[in-house]
């Protein structure tokens, strides 16, 4: 037996049962964007003391702001990036490599944003420390990452969040209120996208910055599978939905550059297109293209369409779009959602990221405080992951459907 099919067995659900459980979770969380199931064995706080580890984007976000918080310690490696992480926290308890974080007693989480490939292996060791642990994205790399790491948090009892800005972006966050209202009717296509071209590779084409650092070495990014980094696309629509991938076929697009004829991660696919099969029986198309005939980051947004409403999130700087049953497509103008945030966070929702890193924050703290499991759980966080995981096989696999394991559902 595989190691794919052990996973399979070992975490597979019926559809019937996935579907009864969707059910029971929206009805759950139908009364408010933010509700999430307690948690069995997590430790409630009165306040959370945490650590965040990593000065890039670990630097964009409002713990120290948020009433119920306190960073309590801050790590990179880079001397530059701690001074940064300092400064921006207002904290003094500073390290280097972040694992010695792990037995300070003063440090009740960790927010983890070091490069892609540690994220499964460090959130791991920061929940077996006894720590709650909010990571970017991806949460995993292999299909065995992210059992283990659904085995982890389900043996610790602890809080794992990911970070996903998309998910938290004004129109996805209003996508999701509209299904659990249940004004979509069934939802039974969606599109996403991820859209971001990374420059150097056109004719005459400026450095992205984020293929090598200052001293021009290659950064994880140098050759990564953009299929690994699927949530940006797939996270909003699984999010909204309450749907999974079953199965994928994927279509890869070479280029031929040095970057892509000699990387670390033997990948050759700098665009990639997948559809799925949704374990509801439903159908989905994810875009995640590197290599553009636009500058920048142009576009991170999805698409549903059900029974009696389609929604179109922004893009390209053009307005969403709403169409109930038997209507016309028309503008709407994005929700305010900065009601569920307490007032000290209010002023912060024009931040970076479509203004998401404010309430990634409100979410991730309300859950250790409040002994609830995260919007983004640690089932989320798999869920949005593996399907990438698969495609980038079935790219390489001339297109071949994958199956995708089912690691579960929250309880």
Not at 29 to 49: C, D, E, F, Q
Not at 201 to 227: E, I, M
């Amino acid at each position: 037996m595989s190691d794919r099919e052990k996973i399979n067995k070992s975490t597979g659900a019926t559809r019937r049962t996935f579907l009864e459980t969707a059910a029971t979770a929206a009805v759950a969380g139908a009364t408010t964007l933010t509700g999430g199931a307690a948690l069995m064995g997590a430790r409630a706080l009165k306040k959370l003391h945490i650590g965040v580890v990593g000065g890039g984007f670990g630097s964009a976000f409002f713990w120290h702001e948020h009433p119920n918080c306190v960073v309590s310690a801050v790590s990179d490696l880079r001397a530059d990036r701690r001074h940064k992480l300092g400064e921006h926290y207002r904290c003094n308890n500073v390290y280097e490599e972040f694992h010695p974080m792990l037995q300070d007693p003063k440090v009740d989480a960790v927010a983890l944003w070091t490069d892609a490939p540690s994220h499964a292996q460090y959130a791991i060791d920061i929940l077996n420390a006894g720590k709650h642990v909010i990571s970017a994205v991806p949460a995993a790399m292999t299909l065995e990452e992210c059992a283990r790491l659904v085995d982890t948090v389900k043996k610790t009892g602890l809080t794992y969040m990911l970070a996903e800005t998309s998910c938290f972006h004004a129109a996805t966050m209003s996508a999701r209120k509209f299904r659990l209202e249940g004004q979509f009717g069934t939802i039974y296509y969606t599109q996403g996208e991820y859209l971001h071209d990374l420059g150097e590779f056109h004719p005459g084409g400026k450095p992205s910055g984020l293929l090598r650092d200052a001293d021009g070495k290659p950064t994880w990014r140098y050759g990564f599978p953009v299929a690994k980094y699927p949530s940006h696309a797939n996270g909003p629509i699984i999010f909204v939905t309450g749907d999974r991938t079953a199965a994928v076929t994927c279509i890869g697009w070479k280029l031929d550059n040095e970057v892509y004829r000699h990387n670390r991660y033997n990948n050759p696919f700098i665009n990639i297109t997948f559809f799925c099969k949704t374990r509801a029986g439903n159908s989905s198309r994810i875009m995640i293209h590197h290599h553009l005939g636009a500058d920048g980051d142009i576009g991170e947004r999805a698409e549903y369409f059900g029974t009696k409403m389609l929604f179109m999130e922004p893009r390209f700087g053009q307005p969403a779009l709403i169409s109930h049953e038997n209507g016309k497509l028309q503008p709407w103008m994005v929700e305010d959602h900065s009601g569920i945030l307490p007032p000290e966070l209010q002023k912060y929702t024009t931040g970076g990221h479509g203004g998401s890193e404010v309430y990634i924050t409100n979410e991730f703290v309300n859950a250790c405080v409040e002994d609830r499991r995260p919007l983004v759980d640690v089932y989320e966080a798999v869920a949005y992951a593996s399907p990438g995981i698969c495609a980038q096989e079935s790219a390489l696999k001339d297109s071949e459907w994958v199956k995708v394991p089912d690691f579960g559902w929250h309880t």
